[in-house]
T-cell receptor, first 111, second 118 residues
Framework: DAKTTQPNSMESNEEEPVHLPCNHSTISGTDYIHWYRQLPSQGPEYVIH???SNVNNRMASLAIAEDRKSSTLILHRATLRDAAVYYCILRNPGTASKLTFGTGTRLQVTL | DVKVTQSSRYLVKRTGEKVFLECVQDMDHENMFWYRQDPGLGLRLIYFSYDVKMKEKGDIPEGYSVSREKKERFSLILESASTNQTSMYLC?????????????????FGNGTRLTVT
């Protein structure tokens, strides 16, 4: 299975943009890139997903490199409530039901 | 909003006890999952179910079993609890939705059960 690599931790100031990177150099053509986040004392929640094109929703934007070997989750204006662990995950039809969560990136947001 | 409810937030059991962790979802989802989360190891899939009475092993099924008698309920069973099963247990559900893109349906997680086995 294709794996993802993320930094262990990142810091950001409140109200500034945050770019969370993810490397997936062995991604296959059918892998979708998904992002989840886990707030303290809660289960993970879905953030966004994409295949090739950049994607936007109310929570975040996803920028996917042209060769698809990396992607970046963008929080346009970080708030204290965005402090969480962010997971980058690959999904494809063959392993559709088996999400593999790594250890993610712990984002700290400070005033 | 989808709600996934895990019956206990905290649970303390003794070694050798049989332990039941219950999970209920209210959105008529076909797929349900059990994960455990440990520091430094991320989330690991124990079992999942894509229909009533159907189950599939995840990555770490040893020492666990599951039961899905009704669509909304998915139970994780520790037949004989051991200290290495002390962990945070997370239940999730998802809908196949459009069959072509079902693998992109988001998972909806409960808030977890922190199990301590002493």
């Amino acid at each position: 299975d294709a794996k993802t690599t993320q930094p262990n931790s990142m810091e950001s100031n409140e109200e500034e943009p945050v770019h969370l990177p993810c490397n997936h150099s062995t991604i296959s053509g059918t892998d979708y890139i998904h992002w989840y986040r886990q707030l303290p004392s809660q289960g993970p929640e879905y953030v966004i997903h994409g295949l090739t094109s950049n994607v936007n929703n109310r929570m975040a934007s996803l920028a996917i490199a042209e060769d698809r070997k990396s992607s970046t989750l963008i929080l346009h204006r970080a708030t204290l409530r965005d402090a969480a662990v962010y997971y980058c995950i690959l999904r494809n039809p063959g392993t559709a039901s088996k999400l593999t969560f790594g250890t993610g990136t712990r984002l700290q947001v400070t005033l | 909003d989808v709600k996934v409810t895990q019956s206990s937030r905290y649970l303390v059991k003794r070694t050798g006890e049989k332990v039941f962790l219950e999970c209920v979802q209210d959105m008529d989802h076909e797929n349900m999952f059990w994960y455990r989360q440990d520091p430094g190891l991320g989330l690991r899939l124990i079992y999942f179910s894509y229909d009533v009475k159907m189950k599939e092993k995840g990555d770490i099924p040893e020492g666990y079993s599951v039961s899905r008698e009704k669509k909304e309920r998915f139970s994780l069973i520790l037949e004989s609890a051991s200290t290495n099963q002390t962990s945070m247990y997370l239940c999730a559900s998802s809908s196949p939705a459009d069959q072509t893109f079902s693998y992109n349906s988001p998972l909806h997680f409960g808030n977890g059960t922190r199990l301590t086995v002493t």
